[in-house]
């Protein structure tokens, strides 16, 4: 595998559910995102984790419950999650470097479509 | 407020020739990356071209290069030579040096290239 992988692609669920995303980077990045994409809506950042640690949270609903076991890995725990919480949900890496002088690239997956019925 | 404005919901070009998909940006940080994604009806967003700040020069990748005016504060992504797979949403992004973590992306635009 290469790149940012995302699993499960598609999921389905109902509000009383349970379920988790998984994303892995095979990229050796040091910081992972969460991203909300919703139909007609600019890309929402939802968390970030340094180093794993979580460095920021964006006023993200507790529904959502993200986890970072280690800097290849990082889960997404979903429950009462409400219709409008479906969306494409991107996980994305990069490479920070402290005193680099530049801004660092987001390597995305291929994201996980979420249906919340 | 606003930081990045993509004006183009949807723009159609003709295969092989170029398109320009604007971009303006707002920011009082003298040191940040501005950066394009392609993002295909698969979903994936696909890296494509960044663009320091403080780069003398424009940034090209191959058939994509970004016209970076900094005093109009403006990131316009040139696609040369359209192809049908260039067919996609198109997001410009910035990154502040001292945003922290955060890149703001704007709406997107739509391409579609024709036959």
């Known amino acids: 595998e290469t790149g940012v992988t995302q699993t499960p692609r598609h999921l389905v669920m109902g509000m009383t559910n349970k379920k988790s995303l998984k994303c892995e980077q095979h990229?050796?990045?040091?910081?992972m995102y969460w991203y909300k994409q919703s139909a007609k809506k600019p890309l929402e950042l939802m968390f970030v984790?340094?180093?794993?640690?979580?460095?920021e949270n964006n006023s993200v609903p507790s529904r959502f419950s993200p986890e970072c076991p280690n800097s290849s890995h990082l889960f997404l725990h979903l429950h009462t999650l409400q219709p409008e919480d479906s969306a494409l949900y991107l996980c994305?890496?990069?490479?920070?470097?402290?005193?680099?002088?530049?801004?660092?690239?987001?390597?995305f997956g291929p994201g996980t479509r979420l249906l919340v019925l | 407020a606003q930081k990045i404005t993509q004006t183009q919901p949807g723009m159609f070009v003709q295969e092989k020739e170029a398109v320009t998909l604007d971009c303006t940006y707002d920011?009082?940080?003298?040191?940040?990356?501005l950066f394009w994604y392609k993002q295909p009806s698969s979903g994936e967003m696909i890296f494509l071209i960044y663009?320091?700040?403080?780069?003398?020069q424009n940034a090209t990748e191959g058939r994509y290069s970004l016209n970076f005016q900094k005093a109009r504060k403006s990131a316009n992504l040139v696609i040369s030579a359209s192809q049908l797979g260039d067919s996609a949403m198109y997001f410009c992004?910035?990154?502040?040096?001292?945003?922290?973590?955060?890149?703001?992306f704007g709406a997107g635009t739509r391409l579609f290239v024709k036959a």
């Open positions: 663009q320091g700040s403080y780069d003398q």
């Open positions: 984790y340094s180093l794993e640690e979580r460095v």
């Open positions: 920011t009082s940080d003298p040191s940040y990356g």
């Open positions: 994305a890496s990069s490479q920070e470097v402290s005193g680099g002088g530049r801004v660092e690239t987001q390597y």
């Open positions: 990229l050796g990045h040091n910081a």
């Open positions: 992004a910035m990154r502040e040096d001292t945003g922290g973590f955060k890149t703001i």
